[in-house]
């Protein structure tokens, strides 16, 4: 059945963020300019220029605020400040400037949730009295039972463990009252009822907007809010995964009332010309749910965690473009794609066939060499969908996860509060290979890095790749490239194409201009090689692999494509 998809919901005046590449970098593990092992913004300005080669609209950088780095940055002890180790103002003031003249935009990461336990206002809360207003900027409660022993409620960390600890006043005295952590227990969640702390933040944007940040991406934009009188979670009706993630009907997820709280960010972003754009972190139970956070008053994109989570599947594949496409259709917003960040396995590893056909969401063994094809092929379909597409450090290298870092090595407080049977997220986190030959993959000039990096990284480094055409590097810079030249590409319709083979999706993507020739995209997710209608084109644009190729005899020519690759066709 062929669905069309109507997008002409989408805005006409064509916005930058609307079909933007974006790129993230993960601080830390991008490059280090000072030699103490730990990637900087300095770091970032030094390469800036291997982005603009790369063809990126955007960067997004993860966090880079003073704190105590328990948690890689996504633990906030000062909202208006860089952390030394990172650099500082100046050194931002420096990055906007020149990301500017390179016609780079360059998005914030934002942590609204919680603060980490160094922040000025939780110290506060350890010297005052219950009840004080400095207690009031947290979600903090009683305990249950008259000693006060248990715990308000059930909920439990998405770092594994209890989400409530036992408030310890800083003179030792054990209170009555416990606090909340959705996260690590360094990380104590705001309440967001108080207005001091919405306004707080209010100013907080503002602080950057005003030196020229383009945007902010939002940390667990679908927390923040929580039921005021926290009951029990019906836990044990509930998958592991799905406890640590989404958890469905749990009463801090997804609440109604965050949208209040991006209706108000919103005016910010809009008070500034041109206006600052916002990018929700927000994990909902289905694509419907999702689109709520893109309601023209609210934020302009969320990531898409339900294309990530399809995994190499077409059925999943398709139905999760379907539902994304129509729903954000419905509040005239684009989509967004991605497929890796820091949070999750690497998709060259996650995509890798394992000896049993089981998913990759632990450390196993996995076919890299396969493991990459499936990846190179994915980005290029993604990149062929409408919207905007988001892309992690390293993808563009083909970078598998390191899944063998020694036990002391690992930071991710996830390892700790698991107690070491979930290994976490460091494994995405290694630092970047630049240079072959250099200590530390030329990472940084002391040859330091805080994650040790794996022999396989010398022949990934950037410089191994940046003059070879059968790299992943060179076929995400042709990639880039052709899609900025592509008019049917990021906003125009879609279309499902009929006659696909089983097993391999097909997309026509259409100009929004009238008269420019459309494209067809195409995946081949089976083993096996596929030949395609001689109708859908056989003028290769983009194949993600050499064994695509045009077949001719004296009557016809058609397309056949190797197994699990993509390509972009015109007729
Ligand atoms: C988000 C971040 C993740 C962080 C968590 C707590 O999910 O992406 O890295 O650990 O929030 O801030």
Same mark, same amino acid.
């Given at each position: 059945?062929?669905? %069309? %998809?109507?997008?002409?919901?989408?805005?006409?005046?064509?916005?930058?963020?609307?079909?933007?590449?974006?790129?993230?970098?993960?601080?830390?593990?991008?490059?280090?300019?000072?030699?103490?092992?730990?990637?900087?913004?300095?770091?970032?300005?030094?390469?800036?220029?291997?982005?603009?080669?790369?063809?990126?609209?955007?960067?997004?950088?993860?966090?880079?605020?003073?704190?105590?780095?328990?948690?890689?940055?996504?633990?906030? $002890?000062?909202?208006?400040?860089?952390?030394?180790?990172?650099?500082?103002?100046?050194?931002?003031?420096?990055?906007?400037? $020149?990301?500017?003249?390179?016609?780079?935009?360059?998005?914030?990461?934002? /942590?609204?949730?919680?603060?980490?336990? =160094?922040?000025?206002?939780?110290?506060? @809360?350890?010297?005052?009295?219950?009840?004080?207003?400095?207690?009031?900027?947290?979600?903090?409660?009683?305990?249950?039972?008259?000693?006060?022993?248990?715990?308000?409620?059930?909920?439990?960390? @998405?770092?594994?463990?209890?989400?409530?600890?036992?408030?310890?006043?800083?003179?030792?005295?054990?209170?009555?009252?416990?606090?909340? %952590?959705?996260?690590?227990?360094?990380?104590?969640?705001?309440?967001?009822?108080?207005?001091?702390?919405?306004?707080?933040?209010? =100013?907080?944007?503002?602080?950057?907007?005003?030196?020229?940040?383009?945007?902010?991406?939002?940390?667990?934009?679908?927390?923040? @809010?929580?039921?005021?009188?926290?009951?029990?979670?019906?836990?044990?009706?509930?998958?592991?995964?799905?406890?640590?993630? /989404?958890?469905?009907?749990?009463?801090?997820?997804?609440?109604?009332?965050?949208?209040?709280?991006?209706?108000?960010?919103?005016?910010?972003?809009?008070?500034?010309?041109?206006?600052?754009?916002?990018?929700?972190?927000?994990?909902?139970?289905?694509?419907?749910?999702?689109?709520?956070?893109?309601?023209?008053?609210?934020?302009?994109?969320?990531?898409?965690?339900?294309?990530?989570?399809?995994?190499?599947?077409?059925?999943?594949?398709?139905?999760?473009?379907?539902?994304? /496409?129509?729903?954000?259709?419905?509040?005239?917003?684009?989509?967004?794609?991605?497929?890796?960040?820091?949070?999750?396995?690497?998709?060259?590893?996650?995509?890798?066939?394992?000896?049993?056909?089981?998913?990759?969401?632990?450390?196993? @063994?996995?076919?890299?060499?396969?493991?990459?094809?499936?990846?190179? $092929?994915?980005?290029?379909?993604?990149?062929?969908?409408?919207?905007?597409?988001?892309?992690?450090?390293?993808?563009?290298?083909?970078?598998?996860? /390191?899944?063998?870092?020694?036990?002391?090595?690992?930071?991710?407080?996830?390892?700790?509060?698991?107690?070491?049977?979930?290994?976490?997220?460091?494994?995405?986190?290694?630092?970047?290979?630049?240079?072959?030959?250099?200590?530390?993959?030329?990472?940084?000039?002391?040859?330091?890095?805080?994650?040790?990096?794996?022999?396989?990284?010398?022949?990934?480094?950037?410089?191994?790749?940046?003059?070879?055409?059968?790299?992943?590097?060179?076929?995400?810079?042709?990639?880039?490239?052709?899609?900025?030249?592509?008019?049917?590409?990021?906003?125009?319709?879609?279309?499902?194409?009929?006659?696909?083979?089983?097993?391999?999706?097909?997309?026509?993507?259409?100009?929004?201009?009238?008269?420019?020739?459309?494209? $067809?995209?195409?995946?081949?997710?089976?083993?096996?090689?596929? %030949?395609?209608?001689?109708?859908?084109?056989?003028?290769?644009?983009?194949?993600?692999?050499? =064994?695509?190729?045009?077949?001719?005899?004296?009557?016809?020519?058609?397309?056949?494509?190797?197994?699990?690759?993509?390509?972009?066709?015109?007729?």
């Amino acid at each position: 059945m062929t669905t %069309h %998809h109507d997008v002409c919901a989408y805005r006409r005046d064509r916005e930058w963020w609307q079909d933007a590449v974006v790129y993230q970098v993960y601080p830390r593990s991008f490059a280090d300019s000072t030699g103490d092992g730990i990637g900087d913004l300095p770091g970032i300005l030094d390469r800036l220029d291997y982005l603009v080669d790369l063809g990126i609209d955007a960067l997004w950088i993860s966090p880079f605020y003073t704190s105590p780095l328990r948690d890689g940055g996504y633990d906030v $002890a000062d909202y208006r400040d860089v952390d030394e180790r990172l650099g500082t103002l100046a050194d931002i003031d420096r990055l906007i400037a $020149a990301c500017h003249e390179r016609g780079l935009r360059i998005i914030m990461d934002i /942590v609204p949730n919680h603060t980490s336990s =160094d922040h000025r206002w939780w110290r506060e @809360v350890l010297t005052s009295e219950p009840g004080s207003p400095a207690w009031s900027r947290y979600m903090i409660r009683p305990g249950r039972e008259e000693s006060a022993n248990e715990p308000p409620s059930n909920w439990r960390s @998405v770092f594994h463990g209890p989400g409530w600890s036992r408030l310890i006043l800083d003179d030792g005295t054990t209170t009555d009252y416990w606090y909340l %952590h959705l996260f690590d227990s360094t990380q104590p969640d705001l309440d967001w009822s108080n207005p001091e702390v919405r306004s707080e933040f209010r =100013d907080i944007l503002r602080f950057w907007f005003d030196r020229g940040v383009d945007g902010f991406r939002i940390d667990v934009a679908h927390g923040l @809010v929580k039921d005021p009188d926290p009951p029990d979670m019906d836990y044990d009706s509930m998958v592991e995964t799905d406890i640590l993630g /989404v958890a469905p009907d749990a009463p801090y997820w997804d609440q109604d009332g965050v949208h209040d709280i991006w209706r108000e960010w919103r005016v910010v972003a809009d008070s500034y010309d041109p206006p600052r754009i916002l990018c929700g972190e927000a994990w909902a139970p289905t694509p419907e749910r999702l689109a709520r956070y893109q309601r023209p008053d609210e934020l302009h994109t969320s990531f898409n965690f339900d294309y990530l989570a399809a995994g190499w599947d077409y059925e999943r594949m398709r139905e999760s473009i379907d539902a994304t /496409v129509a729903n954000h259709a419905n509040v005239g917003a684009p989509p967004t794609w991605v497929l890796s960040n820091h949070d999750v396995i690497r998709h060259a590893t996650r995509f890798g066939p394992t000896e049993d056909g089981s998913p990759v969401t632990k450390p196993t @063994v996995v076919d890299d060499e396969r493991g990459r094809r499936r990846a190179l $092929a994915a980005t290029m379909f993604l990149l062929g969908l409408p919207g905007s597409a988001y892309l992690y450090q390293g993808e563009e290298l083909g970078l598998p996860e /390191v899944f063998d870092l020694p036990d002391d090595a690992r930071q991710d407080p996830v390892w700790f509060r698991s107690k070491g049977t979930d290994t976490g997220r460091d494994g995405c986190r290694v630092p970047l290979p630049w240079k072959a030959n250099e200590p530390s993959y030329g990472f940084s000039p002391q040859g330091r890095s805080w994650l040790p990096q794996p022999d396989v990284w010398r022949d990934f480094a950037v410089d191994q790749q940046q003059d070879d055409d059968a790299s992943p590097l060179a076929l995400y810079r042709r990639a880039l490239a052709q899609r900025r030249s592509e008019p049917a590409l990021g906003q125009g319709p879609m279309e499902w194409m009929d006659g696909a083979p089983e097993g391999a999706l097909a997309m026509r993507r259409f100009t929004a201009e009238p008269g420019h020739p459309s494209l $067809a995209i195409v995946i081949n997710m089976t083993e096996a090689t596929i %030949h395609l209608p001689s109708s859908w084109g056989t003028d290769v644009v983009l194949a993600s692999e050499g =064994d695509i190729a045009t077949l001719s005899d004296d009557a016809s020519s058609h397309l056949v494509m190797g197994p699990e690759t993509a390509v972009w066709l015109r007729r």
